[in-house]
Structure formats: C-alpha cells, structure tokens
C-alpha cells in the first residue's frame, strides 16, 4: 500500500467517533490492520481478489449485534415486535448509505470506472462500503464498543424520527394492517416507468388500489419509493 493510500484510509478512520487510542491501533504500520480497511473499501468493480465482500458479510451481522443492543439499552421496555421493526430501520441500506454519505466515503473507495459513472448506484455503494467498514473494525479491533461509539449518534437521531412516524416509515405494512381491520381486499400498487433516467425522483408512478378502487398516487426514483410514496398518501 502507498503511503499516500495509507493517509487517505487514516483521515476516513478520523471522521469516525471512536477513541483516539483505537485509531492509533489501526494506523500502527507494524499490523496489517490499514490492508484490512483497504480490503473493505475496495469494492469488487476494480476486480481485485481482495474487495470488500468477505467485510461486508461480517459487517451485516456484527451491525445487527449492536443495533439489537442500542436498542436494548435504550429502549428497555419495547415490545420485541417492535424491537423488530426500528432494528429493521437502523439497519437498512438507506440508513447505512447515509452514514457512509456523511464520512465521505465514496471519495476513499477504490472503485472500477463502470461501477464509478453510475450515479444510479451511489447510495448502493455508500451502503454496501459503510458495512464493509464496520466488518474491517470489528476484525482490526475485537471490540465492539468503537463501533457503538460511531454509530450511536446516527441511531439516536434515526430511532426518533421512526419512533415520530405513526406508521413507522412502513406505510405499506400499515396500509396492509389498516385494510385487513376493516375487512378489506390487501392493496394492489400499480406501477409504471416513466422515465429511464437514473436518479429521477419521478421515474416511477404508482397507483394503489383497494378492492378495485383507486385510492391514492406516489412517485419515486425506484418502484419501491413509489409504492410507499402512494401507501403514505392513501394512509
């Protein structure tokens, strides 16, 4: 690794909210713990043998592990069902792709020249390199603390705007439970392409229907917002 490399990995480790001690640990040249953090951030455009997917599998479930116990430490007295459902939140892809957008990661990431023109799969990299990264301190350090103190804020800030939501940022599932109570067909979501822009927030239409009646519209950048754009709308 060049040492300009190594300088680009050491400020990415720096943004994060882990004790100085531990960053001192990653950045000691006697350890290969920087080529474990170059490994997560290499993603598997650049063909490299060594990228970022044996981290990111790691990352998921180590991820998992400490959003259950934020939760549990915060949120004591929570229903498991509903355990379930702000983990579910905490966890996404979305929410990893903003943690990842807001250490600038995409700008440490080695990425192949396709992968790299395609904005479309910006926050899908952000994502998948942000649970990489989590994987790669899990490893380097054995400690799951450093990764409690980085995330923590971002779960904070993210459990309090799902926990504000009536329908828990699930507007489809509550759509679904709402028509089920009144003894109603389950909704249908029609949806249509009408653009074949990437990044278009209105590439998708969406009408949803229930019991053959249409009952609200959404857009969205992908068929997934759109239904739950048009399932916020009906509810």
Request: aromatic share 6%; proline share 3%; hydrophobic share 35%.
């Amino acid at each position: 690794m060049t040492p300009e490399r190594r300088k680009e990995i050491y400020a990415l480790i720096q943004k994060l909210n882990i004790d100085q001690k531990y960053i001192d640990e990653i950045r000691n040249d006697e350890s290969n713990k920087l080529e474990v953090m170059n490994e997560a951030l290499t993603h598997t455009s650049t063909n490299s043998s060594s990228n970022h997917e044996r981290l990111e599998f790691l990352g998921d479930a180590v991820l998992r592990l400490v959003a259950t116990e934020f939760i549990q430490i915060n949120f004591p007295h929570m229903k498991v069902g509903e355990r379930s459902e702000l983990r579910s939140q905490l966890v996404s892809d979305q929410w990893l792709s903003k943690v990842g957008e807001s250490i600038s990661i995409e700008k440490t990431l080695l990425i192949g020249k396709k992968a790299s023109n395609d904005n479309s799969a910006k926050a899908t990299l952000q994502a998948e390199a942000t649970e990489a990264l989590i994987g790669a301190l899990f490893e380097c350090l054995g400690k799951l603390q450093p990764i409690h103190s980085w995330l923590s804020p971002y779960w904070e800030s993210a459990s309090k705007k799902v926990l504000a939501d009536p329908h828990k940022n699930n507007p489809k599932s509550a759509l679904q439970e709402w028509t089920q109570g009144k003894g109603l067909l389950l909704p249908e979501y029609e949806i249509k392409e009408l653009s074949s822009i990437h990044g278009n927030p209105k590439r998708f239409f969406c009408n949803v229907k229930i019991s053959g009646k249409s009952i609200s519209e959404g857009w969205g950048g992908s068929r997934k917002e759109a239904e739950k754009e048009a399932a916020r709308t009906a509810l």
